[in-house]
């Protein structure tokens, strides 16, 4: 049996990059290329199963940072899309700061025994897009991990650290 990285041998070059954005929770990160400018990073953090499962996710751009809480449960999940207020020298200088990460250097590691791992933890999602229209992404969780990732991350979470959330979004779960 052919591995999915053989069968894109097959394609013309125009599906190759097409097929690695779609598979980038299967290719190995450094199938990808990083085509330069950055435009936009969403970083999405699934909480799991327990107590109850919400998302949240941070999309950040030159025009806005956004952050949106979804919930399966009406009346436990604090639900919701806010924009948060980011100095905008700040959010260029993420922007400008990713633009120069090389992910091809980053390399997806799968647990022992993936993907029948146990599931149903909860995972973190990093989505760079760029000016010229690519993709690339992580998923992180269920034991998997990226070498060489921190170079991506790091400004990612530090940026993040530093937002203040508007009142009414900083606490995932309903009072009641």
Known sequence: ???KAAHLLL???AAILCACLSWSAIAPAPFFYCPGTVVQVT???????IPEPFTERYTITLDEVRFERLGHEEDLVNRGVWVVAASPAEVRDLLDGLSGVDCRKIKRILPEGWPDAPIGGGATEY??????????EMRLGEGVTYENALTLTDPIRDFLRALQLPLEARGPYLDH
């Open 43 to 49: 970083y999405t953090d699934y909480s799991g199963t």
């Open 11 to 13: 394609l013309p070059p």
């Open 1 to 3: 049996m052919k591995s």
């Open 127 to 136: 989505q760079i897009k760029y000016e010229s229209g690519g993709l690339f």
